[in-house]
Every structure is written in structure tokens, then in C-alpha cells.
């Protein structure tokens, strides 16, 4: 019989390993994935395929860790399923007896053996001389949702692995799921403006807005950018959704005046009143955007003489001093490593300051685990302490909030976002390096928004590293994020079902998706929003397969969908009543311009102005969107939501008016999708947007500031119309807050 051809190896090794074949862009076009691109990948993945011989060697170890592995790493099963497992036994133990300890999450271990021989055997291989066949076990015992660890022994063989039993669907609220809807205003945290905070929106904002929403509003949630930690480093790493890490978040949203150490610290107290910091404050608020560097120092200065204050009581031993310990237990060493990172961070960049990322530390610390990096963290406790102590206190102000919006009957509260990325030079990278595959780059394939296609710089998630860790990194990523919210979205939700890697060395269009382990992944994000009561939304934005969405309904987790977006095959947009109900509908998003930038084209004018767009696609897009306004106009007034006498040429709107502004918001509140997020931008008609891909120090990303302090949403002091009008679509609706 002949041997395999190198391309029908590489062919069995990219489907082993995910690599789709191709694909198929928006234009309709497909793309067949370049043996280089698979070869590339491939070796990312640790697999080598440089010739026949290699695929050769590296296909047959696959297949031997596959079958000489007693037991899965993991099994993640539905709830309603019985409980199976699957052996790896060689055909000379079928007459031995295998013995069992089932360890429930929460629950007394039990112990039972079966006779391998009588279980039923659903497939065998022969491999080195000695055959291997699995068998089918079905567990006597019934487990409930969560993370339960099974062991096996057989004869002087062990393994264990974790069983993982999941939901139905994703966490329904209540009054959705009875037919009702429910809208929320969207905020970009740091870009709120008060005459209290320190030139950076904080928690203490959020309680303001808060109270805003449930008075103003009479909605059900507030939905906040990634709360990440980054490193308020401008222009770069300053975006929250390319945070340093994702599972905790910034500092510079702490209400410093607001925690209780504050009130304990003369010093704290003393510095806050003299002139030199009054007048940085002052000034800060007055900056047209977030001076992150600015104001992280500022807060450092003082968050250092607070944990200082806190260190005395704790030497005391008091209530609060047990509950910052026993947030240290919960947390373990997913915070320990984080802190660490920090501390590091700032004691190596204060010795040598070009020093600005890991890669460039000494080696030993590049490396979480080395003695080095121990020693640092016995020797600097006190360093590592404090940022552990950082994020103990925003655990307090982020629940503080959500309890506020409980308090003011919100029915959802916050509304939390889980990035998709992780900065390759941040904290996550350093401290979890085996979970991120290295050789390759996320992006996305060319489309009419980028025609070259994108790089977004980051690494891919390693995901049979995280089936080998019983996907305990991924559960935290999600339970860490839902913490203290009603609602999270997923950015780029797509990440659940496969990526566009490109390969080092090729740019984005010569990549290639790569499917994940999409099974497992949602059935444990169900899991996590049943457990914290959350409703997940998935940002399944731009290119799009049909299972994808058909998965995330059956899941029962919210699709997002933009008003821009929504048309239909003919070119023009859809009517409202077809939305699907299973959906979260907004105006925009952080990365797409402003309802009154898209009417007024000031997104064009700012890419144009910072070189993205050259004069001659500035005009091609300048008139495409006069087409695209014509199209929005014509179906308002056929919906009918603007009056017949108003002019009916798109001509005529050189800007977004009032008329426009209620038809296109009351558009978005009749449809009948569950959840209808407004962006405070487009509720008070800003025209420029948060973020312009494509650029960095050319336009002031993540940086932007509300156009109305707290204060005057509060008091109506110029937005009184603004609110009433969205306040009476919610009504008009039926979104009007429940809880």
C-alpha cells in the first residue's frame, strides 16, 4: 500500500490540529489556505511539518499521547447527559479491575471498581506491537453543575481528569425571558467628567451614573467599556480591550477619596488639601482628554500613603484586615503572579528607565517561577502586597456599584466587556505564557474596511493548553469579569469558534482560520452566566459563519447588532420588526463613528486628517456614505418615523438633527430585540468616536471625554431633551426598567 504524499499528511494535520482548509471572504471570493501559511502554523502549534518525514513522526506521537493516556485532561458534559467517561487501556489489562474516586465540587468523595472487560469498547489501535482499545464508562453517580474531579488507578497506572457539567443555556433574566425588554446607556468609564474626580471617570462617578440612569432614564443597566488593567501609557497601552491584563483591572478607577483608608490617613488627607495637588487636579479635569499618565501618578502617590495606613491596621489584626485576607485566599495565585508582575514592573523600570517590558527584564525574571522571581517576592512582599491591596479595593468599589444599582431596582446593574486580546508585553503573557501560542498573530482576513486585511499584534490563546489545565485559566477569565454585573459581552465572540492567525513573517492577507474547541468553551461560558446570574452578549460583528450564531441561540447567548450593519442582501437596511428577539441593538460601537459623526462624516474627516485616508478614497467614501444616509433616511420615513413634510433627500441633512436623532434612537427601541444599548455619545450627539483603527498618536484614542460633566446630566443643565427623548422611547417601547 503506498505511503501518504506530503500534502495528504499536511492535509490530515491541519484538520487534526483545526486549520481550515479556507475561507470565504465578504466579497464572496474564496481563499484556499497556502501550504505556507499551514506549515507555519503547524509549527506555531509545536507540530513539525517541514517535510513528509516529519509529518510523519509528528502525526504517530499525536496519535501515541492520544491513546496511551488513560484519561482525558478534561470531559466537559451537559447537564442532562449521563455521565461518560472514555479509557485508554492496553488490551493485556482488559481483565483487570479499574478503580474509580469521584470528588464532587462541593461534595464527599466516592469510590467504586468496574471490570474493565465487561465495559463496552468503542474503538482499539494497534501501536509498537501492542494493541490499544478505549472503553466507554458510564459513572453510577448523578453530578451537578460544576467542576468535579474524577481518579482513576489501574494496577500501577493513575489518572486523573476533571468533569465539567454545564447547562442547557446561558442565564436568562427573568422578565426577558417572559417577552420582555429592557435598554441600558452605554459609558466609557474614564471618559466621564465630574467636578469631584481627578480627571479620570472613577467608581465614584459610576454610583453618579448610576442614580442618573434609574432618575433620568428609567432603564435597566449600564453598560462600561473593559474595566482591564492596563498600562496607562499614552499613546500606546492605553486601550482597554489590549489590556496587560484580564482578570483584573485598573487602578485609575479607584475613588481614592472615596475608600475608608482616606478618611483614616491624615497625611492622605493633608497632601489632597495643598495648593500644588489641588492645582494638578484642577487641571487634569480641565483637559480636554485623560492624561492617564498623569493621573496614574497622581493616584499612586496617594494609594501608597492609604496602603501605608492600611498596613498598621492590618498589623492589628481587625474585621477589615481578615476580609483583605480572606480575599487574598479566594484569589490565590492568579493574583499573587499579577502583583508581582507589578511590582516588578515598577521596581525594574524605577532602576533603569528604559526598561518598559518584560522581554527587556534580566532573564531570571522574565520568568514567574524562576528563584529569582521568588526571592523578589519574599524580599518586596510590601511592593507586591500593595498592588494585591489595589485590586482588593476596586473588588470593594466595583461591588459597591453594582449593590447601588441593585438599590436603585436596575434590573441588570452593570454591564461588564471581556476583551478579546492581551498585550504581548503585559502581565498575562508573563505569568501564563503557556497558554498563548508563540510564531503566530491574531487578525482578520482583508474586507472593505481593510483591504490588506488586519494584524491586531497579539498572540492566539493555546487552546488544548487550556483543555490540558481543565480550563481552569478560561473559567477565571469569564467568573472574574462577571463578578459584580448583570450582563457581560464578549468581544469578538468568534474567538469560541476559531481565529485568523497569521503567521510570523506573512502579513494579513496570507493567514488562515483556526478552529478552537468550540464545544467546550461555550458550554463553560453557560456555566459561569448560570453560576453569577449574568447575561452574556456575543459581539458577533463583521464576517460571520451561519453556525456560529445558530450555536450561540441555541445557548441562548444575546447576538449584537448595530444599526449600521443590519441590511439586507438587496443593500438596504432592514425594517425594526426585523431584528431577531435574541439580540442585544445599539447605535454604534467605541470603534465606528457616532451617530452624529456618520451624519456629519466627521469619522472620514478624522481618518483623512491623521493619513489613514488618502484624498482620493476620502472622496470615493464620502460619497458612498451620502448613498448609505440616503438608504437610512428612506427607511425612517417609510418605518414611519419622521413626518412626511420633512425634506426626503439626505442632501438636505448636512447634520444629525433632532428630527433624525429621535427616528433613528425611537428605530432602535421598537425593534424586538431583548436588550437596546445607546451610547452616551450618540444620546447626547457627539461627533467624534473613542477609538480610529488604524492610528495611535495621530488621534486621541481611549482618551475622549464626556461632552456633559455628572453634574449637568443630573440637573438637565443642557441635556434635559436628550434624556426625555430616550426616556419616552423606553416607555413607548415597553423597556421600562423592572426591577
Same mark, same amino acid.
Given at each position: 500500500?503506498?505511503?501518504?504524499?506530503?500534502?495528504?499528511?499536511?492535509?490530515?494535520?491541519?484538520?487534526?490540529?483545526?486549520?481550515?482548509?479556507?475561507?470565504?471572504?465578504?466579497?464572496?471570493?474564496?481563499?484556499?489556505?497556502?501550504?505556507?501559511?499551514?506549515?507555519?502554523?503547524?509549527?506555531?502549534?509545536?507540530?513539525?511539518?517541514?517535510?513528509?518525514?516529519?509529518?510523519?513522526?509528528?502525526?504517530?506521537?499525536?496519535?501515541?499521547?492520544?491513546?496511551?493516556?488513560?484519561?482525558?485532561?478534561?470531559?466537559?458534559?451537559?447537564?442532562?447527559?449521563?455521565?461518560?467517561? *472514555?479509557?485508554?487501556?492496553?488490551?493485556?489489562?482488559?481483565?483487570?479491575?479499574?478503580?474509580?474516586?469521584?470528588?464532587?465540587?462541593?461534595?464527599?468523595?466516592?469510590?467504586?471498581?468496574?471490570?474493565?472487560?465487561?465495559?463496552?469498547?468503542?474503538?482499539?489501535?494497534?501501536?509498537?506491537?501492542?494493541?490499544?482499545?478505549?472503553?466507554?464508562?458510564?459513572?453510577?453517580?448523578?453530578?451537578?453543575?460544576?467542576?468535579?474531579?474524577?481518579?482513576?488507578?489501574?494496577?500501577?497506572?493513575?489518572?486523573?481528569?476533571?468533569?465539567?457539567?454545564?447547562?442547557?443555556?446561558?442565564?436568562?433574566?427573568?422578565?426577558?425571558?417572559?417577552?420582555?425588554?429592557?435598554?441600558?446607556?452605554?459609558?466609557?468609564? *474614564?471618559?466621564?467628567? $465630574?467636578?469631584?474626580?481627578?480627571?479620570?471617570?472613577?467608581?465614584?462617578?459610576?454610583?453618579?451614573?448610576?442614580?442618573?440612569?434609574?432618575?433620568?432614564?428609567?432603564?435597566?443597566?449600564?453598560?462600561?467599556?473593559?474595566?482591564?488593567?492596563?498600562?496607562?501609557?499614552?499613546?500606546?497601552?492605553?486601550?482597554?480591550?489590549?489590556?496587560?491584563?484580564?482578570?483584573?483591572?485598573?487602578?485609575?478607577?479607584?475613588?481614592?477619596?472615596?475608600?475608608?483608608?482616606?478618611?483614616?490617613?491624615?497625611?492622605?488627607?493633608?497632601?489632597?488639601?495643598?495648593?500644588?495637588?489641588?492645582?494638578?487636579?484642577?487641571?487634569?479635569?480641565?483637559?480636554?482628554?485623560?492624561?492617564?499618565?498623569?493621573?496614574?501618578?497622581?493616584?499612586? /502617590?496617594?494609594?501608597?500613603?492609604?496602603?501605608?495606613?492600611?498596613?498598621?491596621?492590618?498589623?492589628?489584626? $481587625?474585621? /477589615?484586615?481578615?476580609?483583605?485576607?480572606?480575599?487574598?485566599?479566594?484569589?490565590?495565585?492568579?493574583?499573587?503572579?499579577? =502583583?508581582?508582575?507589578?511590582?516588578?514592573?515598577?521596581?525594574?523600570?524605577?532602576?533603569?528607565?528604559?526598561?518598559?517590558?518584560?522581554?527587556?527584564?534580566?532573564?531570571?525574571?522574565?520568568?514567574?517561577?524562576? =528563584?529569582?522571581?521568588?526571592?523578589?517576592?519574599?524580599?518586596?512582599?510590601?511592593?507586591?502586597?500593595?498592588?494585591?491591596?489595589?485590586?482588593?479595593?476596586?473588588?470593594?468599589?466595583?461591588?459597591?456599584?453594582?449593590?447601588?444599582?441593585?438599590?436603585?431596582?436596575?434590573?441588570?446593574?452593570?454591564?461588564?466587556?471581556?476583551?478579546?486580546?492581551?498585550?504581548?508585553?503585559?502581565?498575562?503573557?508573563?505569568?501564563?505564557?503557556?497558554?498563548?501560542?508563540?510564531?503566530?498573530?491574531?487578525?482578520?482576513?482583508?474586507?472593505?474596511?481593510?483591504?490588506?486585511?488586519?494584524?491586531?499584534?497579539?498572540?492566539?490563546?493555546?487552546?488544548?493548553?487550556?483543555?490540558?489545565?481543565?480550563?481552569?485559566?478560561?473559567?477565571?477569565?469569564?467568573?472574574?469579569?462577571?463578578?459584580?454585573?448583570?450582563?457581560?459581552?464578549?468581544?469578538?465572540?468568534?474567538?469560541?469558534?476559531?481565529? *485568523?492567525?497569521?503567521?510570523?513573517?506573512?502579513?494579513?492577507?496570507?493567514?488562515?482560520?483556526?478552529?478552537?474547541?468550540?464545544?467546550?468553551?461555550?458550554?463553560?461560558?453557560?456555566?459561569?452566566?448560570?453560576?453569577?446570574?449574568?447575561?452574556?452578549?456575543?459581539?458577533?460583528?463583521?464576517?460571520?459563519?451561519?453556525?456560529?450564531?445558530?450555536?450561540?441561540?441555541?445557548?441562548?447567548?444575546?447576538?449584537?447588532?448595530?444599526? *449600521?450593519?443590519?441590511?439586507?442582501?438587496?443593500?438596504?437596511?432592514?425594517?425594526?420588526?426585523?431584528?431577531?428577539?435574541?439580540?442585544?441593538?445599539?447605535?454604534?460601537?467605541?470603534?465606528?463613528?457616532?451617530?452624529?459623526?456618520?451624519?456629519?462624516?466627521?469619522?472620514?474627516?478624522?481618518?483623512?486628517?491623521?493619513?489613514?485616508?488618502?484624498?482620493?478614497?476620502?472622496?470615493?467614501?464620502?460619497?458612498?456614505?451620502?448613498?448609505?444616509?440616503?438608504?437610512?433616511?428612506?427607511?425612517?420615513?417609510?418605518?414611519?418615523?419622521?413626518?412626511?413634510?420633512?425634506?426626503? $433627500?439626505?442632501?438636505?441633512?448636512?447634520?444629525?438633527?433632532?428630527?433624525?436623532?429621535?427616528?433613528?434612537?425611537?428605530?432602535?427601541?421598537?425593534?424586538?430585540?431583548?436588550?437596546?444599548?445607546?451610547?452616551?455619545?450618540?444620546?447626547?450627539?457627539?461627533?467624534?468616536?473613542?477609538?480610529?483603527?488604524?492610528?495611535?498618536?495621530?488621534?486621541?484614542?481611549?482618551?475622549?471625554?464626556?461632552?456633559?460633566?455628572?453634574?449637568?446630566?443630573?440637573?438637565?443643565?443642557?441635556?434635559? $431633551?436628550?434624556?426625555?427623548?430616550?426616556?419616552?422611547?423606553?416607555?413607548?417601547?415597553?423597556?421600562?426598567?423592572?426591577?
Amino acid at each position: 500500500m503506498p505511503s501518504d504524499t506530503f500534502q495528504q499528511l499536511l492535509d490530515r494535520a491541519a484538520t487534526l490540529y483545526g486549520i481550515d482548509p479556507g475561507f470565504w471572504d465578504i466579497w464572496g471570493r474564496y481563499h484556499e489556505t497556502a501550504t505556507e501559511a499551514r506549515q507555519a502554523i503547524l509549527g506555531a502549534l509545536g507540530v513539525d511539518a517541514r517535510d513528509r518525514e516529519s509529518l510523519e513522526r509528528s502525526l504517530a506521537a499525536h496519535t501515541r499521547r492520544e491513546w496511551e493516556r488513560l484519561l482525558a485532561p478534561a470531559t466537559v458534559a451537559g447537564e442532562s447527559e449521563t455521565a461518560e467517561l *472514555y479509557l485508554n487501556v492496553p488490551a493485556e489489562s482488559l481483565g483487570e479491575r479499574a478503580r474509580f474516586q469521584v470528588t464532587p465540587e462541593d461534595g464527599q468523595p466516592r469510590e467504586f471498581e468496574l471490570n474493565l472487560g465487561e465495559l463496552p469498547q468503542t474503538g482499539s489501535i494497534e501501536m509498537d506491537g501492542r494493541t490499544w482499545v478505549r472503553k466507554r464508562v458510564r459513572l453510577p453517580v448523578r453530578l451537578p453543575l460544576g467542576y468535579h474531579d474524577i481518579a482513576l488507578r489501574l494496577g500501577a497506572s493513575c489518572a486523573a481528569t476533571r468533569y465539567i457539567v454545564t447547562p442547557r443555556q446561558a442565564w436568562t433574566d427573568p422578565h426577558l425571558s417572559r417577552g420582555g425588554r429592557a435598554a441600558g446607556i452605554a459609558v466609557s468609564l *474614564y471618559g466621564i467628567r $465630574s467636578a469631584r474626580n481627578w480627571g479620570c471617570g472613577d467608581f465614584g462617578d459610576l454610583l453618579d451614573i448610576v442614580d442618573w440612569v434609574a432618575d433620568k432614564l428609567d432603564a435597566s443597566f449600564v453598560s462600561l467599556n473593559p474595566l482591564h488593567a492596563i498600562f496607562n501609557r499614552r499613546p500606546f497601552n492605553t486601550s482597554p480591550y489590549l489590556p496587560n491584563s484580564i482578570f483584573y483591572q485598573n487602578f485609575l478607577y479607584l475613588d481614592v477619596e472615596g475608600m475608608e483608608d482616606f478618611a483614616l490617613c491624615r497625611r492622605a488627607r493633608e497632601l489632597r488639601r495643598s495648593p500644588p495637588v489641588e492645582a494638578e487636579i484642577q487641571a487634569l479635569r480641565e483637559a480636554p482628554f485623560v492624561e492617564y499618565e498623569r493621573v496614574s501618578g497622581l493616584k499612586l /502617590r496617594f494609594l501608597k500613603l492609604l496602603f501605608a495606613q492600611f498596613l498598621r491596621e492590618r498589623r492589628k489584626g $481587625s474585621a /477589615r484586615a481578615r476580609e483583605f485576607q480572606a480575599y487574598l485566599d479566594r484569589e490565590g495565585g492568579l493574583l499573587e503572579k499579577f =502583583a508581582t508582575h507589578c511590582a516588578l514592573d515598577e521596581h525594574l523600570h524605577g532602576r533603569d528607565p528604559e526598561l518598559w517590558i518584560w522581554p527587556q527584564w534580566p532573564a531570571p525574571f522574565q520568568d514567574p517561577d524562576s =528563584a529569582e522571581t521568588r526571592a523578589f517576592r519574599t524580599r518586596y512582599w510590601r511592593r507586591v502586597m500593595f498592588y494585591q491591596f489595589l485590586q482588593w479595593q476596586i473588588d470593594v468599589q466595583l461591588q459597591r456599584a453594582q449593590q447601588r444599582a441593585r438599590d436603585r431596582r436596575l434590573s441588570i446593574g452593570l454591564y461588564h466587556d471581556l476583551a478579546l486580546a492581551t498585550d504581548q508585553f503585559g502581565s498575562d503573557l508573563w505569568a501564563h505564557r503557556k497558554f498563548y501560542v508563540t510564531g503566530s498573530r491574531v487578525g482578520s482576513p482583508p474586507d472593505d474596511f481593510a483591504p490588506g486585511g488586519q494584524d491586531w499584534g497579539f498572540p492566539p490563546p493555546a487552546a488544548l493548553r487550556h483543555r490540558e489545565d481543565g480550563y481552569r485559566l478560561f473559567a477565571e477569565s469569564i467568573r472574574k469579569n462577571c463578578r459584580h454585573g448583570g450582563a457581560l459581552r464578549i468581544d469578538h465572540v468568534m474567538r469560541l469558534f476559531r481565529l *485568523y492567525w497569521i503567521p510570523d513573517g506573512a502579513d494579513a492577507a496570507h493567514g488562515a482560520y483556526v478552529r478552537e474547541l468550540t464545544g467546550d468553551f461555550v458550554r463553560i461560558l453557560a456555566l459561569e452566566s448560570v453560576r453569577n446570574r449574568v447575561i452574556v452578549v456575543g459581539e458577533d460583528l463583521g464576517t460571520v459563519d451561519p453556525p456560529v450564531r445558530e450555536t450561540l441561540a441555541r445557548f441562548g447567548i444575546l447576538s449584537y447588532r448595530l444599526f *449600521y450593519f443590519e441590511k439586507k442582501e438587496s443593500g438596504g437596511f432592514r425594517a425594526y420588526e426585523e431584528y431577531p428577539r435574541q439580540a442585544l441593538v445599539s447605535s454604534t460601537t467605541h470603534d465606528l463613528p457616532t451617530l452624529a459623526g456618520f451624519w456629519a462624516g466627521a469619522d472620514l474627516e478624522a481618518r483623512r486628517a491623521a493619513g489613514v485616508l488618502e484624498e482620493t478614497a476620502f472622496r470615493a467614501q464620502s460619497k458612498s456614505r451620502m448613498a448609505e444616509k440616503q438608504k437610512m433616511l428612506d427607511l425612517l420615513f417609510q418605518t414611519p418615523l419622521l413626518a412626511p413634510h420633512l425634506p426626503r $433627500s439626505a442632501a438636505a441633512y448636512p447634520d444629525l438633527t433632532g428630527e433624525l436623532h429621535n427616528a433613528i434612537v425611537g428605530f432602535l427601541a421598537l425593534t424586538p430585540s431583548q436588550l437596546l444599548a445607546i451610547n452616551h455619545e450618540d444620546l447626547t450627539k457627539e461627533l467624534a468616536q473613542q477609538n480610529l483603527p488604524g492610528t495611535t498618536w495621530q488621534y486621541p484614542n481611549w482618551g475622549r471625554k464626556m461632552r456633559f460633566t455628572v453634574e449637568q446630566l443630573q440637573s438637565g443643565a443642557g441635556t434635559e $431633551s436628550f434624556t426625555a427623548m430616550f426616556r419616552n422611547w423606553i416607555a413607548v417601547s415597553g423597556r421600562q426598567n423592572v426591577g
